[in-house]
C-alpha cells in the first residue's frame, strides 16, 4: 500500500465511519460517509524499522504519543471515496516522513558576484547621501 517495497495490511488498518461535519443538509446529516483511519506504526509488524524511526522524529499533529496516526476524510459523499482518499494520505505522510533530505554543502560567493554586490551598495550610497538638504552659500 505505501510503496513497491512496502505493503501494510488491511488488518493492521482501523476504519471508524462517523457522520461528516460541516453544510451538506439532509445527506450530511442522516449517512455515516466521514472516516476516520487509525493506524499504529509502532505496533506494526509490516513497517520496516527504519519507517518506524522516522516517523517517531516527525513532527506532525495527526501523529500522537502513543504511535497512532489518525487522519479523517470527509470530503466525498461516498464512505468509499472517502476511504480511498484516507489510505491515499496515509500514504504521503508516510513516504514524506521518510523522504531523505539533501546534505547542502555551502559555497562561497564567487568573485564577480561580491563585486556586484559591493557596486550595488556603492551606488545605493551615492543615492541617499543626494537626498540630503540643499546648502545655500
Known amino acids: 500500500m505505501i510503496s513497491n517495497a512496502v505493503s501494510i495490511p488491511d488488518d493492521e488498518l482501523e476504519f471508524t465511519a462517523m ?3 460541516g453544510a451538506g443538509g439532509q445527506h450530511v446529516n442522516r449517512t ?3 472516516v476516520q483511519l487509525r493506524f499504529n506504526y509502532r505496533r506494526s ?3 520496516p524499522d ?3 524511526e522516522r516517523l ?5 499533529g495527526r501523529i500522537t504519543q502513543d504511535g497512532d496516526i489518525l487522519i479523517k476524510s470527509q470530503e466525498h459523499r461516498s464512505q468509499l471515496r472517502n476511504k480511498e482518499e484516507a489510505l491515499e494520505r496515509l500514504r504521503a505522510l508516510i513516504l514524506d516522513a521518510t523522504r531523505v533530505q539533501k546534505v547542502r554543502r ?3 560567493p564567487t568573485r564577480a558576484s561580491q ?3 559591493v557596486e550595488g551598495k556603492k551606488s545605493r550610497a551615492k543615492i541617499k547621501a543626494g537626498r540630503g538638504k540643499v546648502k545655500f552659500d
Open 19 to 21: 457522520r461528516a461535519q
Open 32 to 34: 455515516e460517509s466521514a
Open 45 to 47: 509488524p509490516s513497517l
Open 50 to 52: 527504519f519507517y518506524k
Open 56 to 60: 517517531a522524529g516527525y513532527s506532525d
Open 106 to 108: 555551502p559555497t562561497k
Open 115 to 117: 563585486k556586484r554586490r
